[in-house]
């Protein structure tokens, strides 16, 4: 009974640990929505700041360098380093329902390509005569 409890116990820790890291945010992909939905201490301020930041200096080699982003400083690094990250290339946290990141849809169903043209039959050659002797 008690090995039970352990193995258990081992799962639902397991559990949390993959729950704690699904939840990082990649700074150089996620939305000013995402960014303050996503990170305790990060307001609508911040985050238009850290996109707009993003946007004019090109992507974070490390969290560090949020320090960069005027409003950001070290207390405000603290309280976010464990939940962001640079490198995944992908958010994490599904943009707001509503607002979509991908393009839109076409509004017309595509028109499939007109068939190719048969090429033009070729007359069949003839094999040479033997030459006479």
């Keep these: ?5 352990h ?12 729950v704690t890291f699904a939840q990082m ?8 929505d995402q960014l303050e939905k996503g990170l305790k201490g990060i307001g609508p301020s911040k985050a238009a700041a850290i996109v707009k930041y993003r946007q004019e200096h090109g992507r974070f080699n490390s ?13 405000t690094l603290a309280g ?9 290339g992908t958010p994490s946290i599904p943009a ?10 076409p ?3 595509a028109v499939p390509a007109a068939p190719a043209v048969p090429a033009a039959p070729t007359k069949p050659t003839l094999p ?3 030459p006479k002797q």
């Design 1 to 5: 009974m008690k090995k039970r409890f």
């Design 7 to 18: 193995l258990l116990l081992g799962l639902i820790l397991i559990l949390f640990s993959a």
């Design 25 to 32: 945010v990649d700074i150089n992909t996620a939305t000013a």
């Design 63 to 75: 969290v560090e360098e949020l320090t960069n982003v005027p409003g950001i400083g070290d207390k």
């Design 80 to 88: 976010i380093k464990d939940s962001v990250t640079v490198g995944s």
């Design 96 to 105: 707001t329902p509503g607002k979509s990141t991908l393009p839109a849809k």
């Design 107 to 109: 509004t017309a169903p």
């Design 128 to 130: 040479a005569a033997p």
